[in-house]
């Protein structure tokens, strides 16, 4: 099946910092890809949804400022933290969808926990 | 708006005995319906879907019902083996100005012991 892949896994940083997770589809074009936030025990909550070239859509009560997701190519999108603090510490997962399937099937990749001190 | 609510877990099962996990949701629409599952540090996958009341999606011995008269979409399976421990997440999918939009449940955590 298509593989989505993040980077870094985990990350800790300082408070007051950003840091930038990856998202790559490794053996598909990804037209639309999404980014979900899960805190321990509940589910996923997306964020935003972005399409390849154009600005990204999110969700009721998402920072878009906070927040900053590029997604420059079809194989990657971004999701930047900008002066994270401890409260934005969480799993941040992201999907991929393969524009050329018939039925719009969402890839996830592995989740990257940041961790803010 | 829509929501899921899913079996809370976690759940420890023996090898070989009978699984089910409970799903009910609710939905404006006639939504799609999911079960994902999640094996120990790889993403979220797919396991089975059903797009329409009264179907049923089955995969590697699981299987799942879409029961609009009960918003239901239970996953079941007769004998789980200890390659079946993993977190699994019932989803529903609401088309949306073209984007289709996930909303998952808690995910249950399941066991399984030799």
């Known amino acids: 099946g298509a593989v989505v892949s993040q980077h870094p896994s985990w990350v800790i940083c300082k408070s007051g910092t950003s840091v930038k997770i990856e998202c790559r589809s490794l053996?598909?074009?990804?037209?639309?890809m999404f980014w979900y936030r899960q805190f321990p025990k509940q589910s996923l909550m997306l964020m935003a949804t972005?399409?390849?070239?154009?600005?990204?859509?999110?969700e009721q009560g998402v920072e878009k400022d906070k927040f900053l997701i590029n997604h420059a190519s079809l194989t990657l999108s971004t999701l930047t933290v900008t002066s994270a603090h401890p409260e934005d510490s969480s799993f941040y997962i992201c999907?991929?969808?393969?524009?050329?399937?018939?039925?719009?099937?969402?890839?996830f990749g592995p989740g990257t926990r940041l961790t803010v001190l | 708006g829509n929501s899921v609510t899913q079996m809370e877990g976690p759940v420890t099962l023996s090898e070989e005995a009978f699984l089910t996990i409970n799903c009910t949701y609710t939905?404006?629409?006639?939504?799609?319906l999911f079960w994902y599952v999640q094996y120990p540090g790889e993403g979220l996958q797919l396991l089975l879907k059903?797009?329409?009341?009264?179907d049923k999606g089955s995969n590697k011995g699981f299987e799942a019902t879409y029961r609009k008269e009960t918003t239901s979409f239970h996953l079941e399976k007769g004998s789980v083996q200890v390659s079946d421990s993993a977190v699994y997440f019932c989803?529903?999918?609401?088309?949306?100005?073209?984007?289709?939009?996930?909303?998952f449940g808690t995910g249950t955590r399941l066991t399984i012991i030799p």
């Open positions: 059903a797009t329409k009341a009264d």
């Open positions: 939905a404006t629409g006639y939504p799609s």
């Open positions: 053996d598909f074009q990804a037209t639309t």
């Open positions: 999907s991929a969808r393969d524009g050329t399937l018939t039925y719009n099937e969402q890839f």
């Open positions: 989803a529903l999918s609401d088309v949306n100005f073209g984007n289709e939009k996930l909303t």
């Open positions: 972005s399409n390849e070239g154009s600005k990204a859509t999110y």
